[in-house]
């Protein structure tokens, strides 16, 4: 008999074949059937009965409508996998086949489309096909497997409501806590962090009271969408002029909204801003300069009432334990191939993972706790043909990023890296063989 290609992990990726055609047939109907963060519920039933079926014991509704799923298989360490259930409210753009026609009320009740446009559906899909490789060849491995499904990951919600509902006190705690996350790379691959994986963020809410009147008198009212607008050019600044040029920070209003008609000056007008940094000083030092200057314009503009400024969700920087990181570097280069494991940049999208390890200690009191956290490419080799650049950087940057209506993972090519890197990444740190 000829030896595995997956050298020390072919008595489990071996195996890989068996479990590809359901987990990628999951892949599709999850994208087809997206749901927004909180409303996750029938994403979470389909997930928990793939998990029940591969052996694994499985709770539902945790945080949420998180699913978390146990396989206990002899002494050893406790390793936990993280995917994510939610979707975004975009409206798809892909012209794929199995693409998402989904439509849901959002938080205020609107309509609004709905997508898997950040690659949550290829996430969870490999995580139930590790857990079925991983169930069906416990005589290569001891320890215990946990699973989590966690809701709300992109409202930065979902890690702590699972966590504030017992994740560590009702299921077993974690020596190591793995994840990884869609990137446009050439499909096949995974990108790997020397320090920062991805930043920090904190979003606002900045409420500006203005006094409400006829279009036709805007001199007796105060108009706060004129105060918002200056708002929004001088936060510009803060980056531009407040902020080291060799300081990595991101300052982004994503949404400003006021009035009802062209005819009436609105009483108020709300915008959420994102910051972004890859420290909690500069994060802290930014949202200050955030309130100064909404404080200062509105006063310029004479509004009747001070400013609301409030925080709707805050994350930490995404830093991996280095050793933990090495270890599954060398997982993905010896089932992957070298040439497949790339260096990932620092990125300043943001993550509510760090909650599961040292930076959630605060919260779930589980100090010692280990993470490491990987890119996984998703861009199939015709999309990769057609795009323009003549180089990898030159192609990343024209190709549809994530949250992006046109972003589409290829899931012929992404569905079986995923499941070795995680399944790989998994045997890391389990012990084997089982006795």
Not at 234 to 263: C, D, F, I, K, M
Request: proline share 9%; with cysteine; net charge negative.
């Amino acid at each position: 008999m000829s030896p595995s290609p997956n050298g020390a992990y072919g008595p489990v990726l071996d195996g890989l074949p068996r479990v590809l055609r359901p987990t990628v047939a999951d892949y599709l109907d999850l994208h087809r059937h997206p749901e927004l963060s909180g409303a996750e519920e029938r994403t979470a039933a389909r997930h928990a009965e793939r998990l029940r079926d591969a052996g694994l014991e499985v709770t539902t509704g945790v945080g949420g409508h998180g699913v978390v799923g146990v396989l206990r298989n002899g002494p050893g360490p406790v390793v936990l996998l993280r995917a994510e259930l939610d979707a975004l409210p975009v409206r798809e753009a892909t012209g794929l086949p199995y693409a998402s026609e989904a439509v849901a009320p959002d938080a205020e009740g609107r309509p609004v489309p709905v997508m898997h446009a950040c690659g949550h559906d290829l996430h969870l899909a490999c995580l139930g096909g590790t857990a079925a490789l991983l169930a069906g060849t416990t005589g290569h491995w001891s320890g215990t497997l946990v699973t989590v499904g966690q809701p709300a990951e992109e409202t930065l919600g979902g890690a702590r409501a699972m966590l504030e509902d017992g994740l560590y006190t009702r299921f077993p705690v974690p020596d190591v806590v793995l994840a990884q996350h869609t990137a446009p790379l050439p499909a096949g691959m995974v990108a790997h962090a020397h320090g920062p994986v991805l930043a920090g963020s904190r979003l606002l809410e900045v409420v500006v009271h203005g006094s409400g009147g006829h279009a036709a008198s805007p001199h007796l009212a105060v108009d706060p969408v004129v105060a918002a607008a200056a708002i929004v050019l001088r936060l510009q600044t803060v980056v531009s002029r407040e902020t080291s040029p060799a300081e990595q920070v991101v300052l982004t209003v994503g949404s400003l909204h006021a009035g009802t008609r062209g005819n009436v000056v609105p009483a108020s007008a709300t915008l959420e801003v994102s910051v972004r940094a890859f420290g909690d000083e500069a994060l802290g030092r930014v949202t200050a300069a955030v309130r100064r200057i909404v404080t200062a314009e509105c006063a310029a503009s004479g509004c009747p009432r001070d400013p609301s400024v409030r925080v709707l969700a805050r994350s930490q920087p995404t830093l991996a334990d280095p050793g933990t990181v090495a270890a599954v570097r060398r997982a993905h280069e010896e089932t992957l191939g070298a040439g497949r494991v790339a260096v990932w940049p620092a990125s300043t999208a943001t993550e509510d993972f760090p909650l599961y390890g040292p930076a959630g200690a605060a919260l779930h009191g589980a100090g010692e706790v280990r993470t490491a956290y990987w890119m996984l490419g998703c861009v199939g080799p015709e999309q990769w043909a057609r795009t323009p650049g003549a180089g990898a950087a030159a192609k990343m940057a024209a190709l549809p990023p994530n949250h992006s209506p046109a972003f589409r993972p290829d899931p012929r090519l992404s569905v079986p890296a995923g499941v070795t890197a995680l399944t790989a990444a998994a045997l890391t740190q389990l012990t084997g063989p089982a006795r």
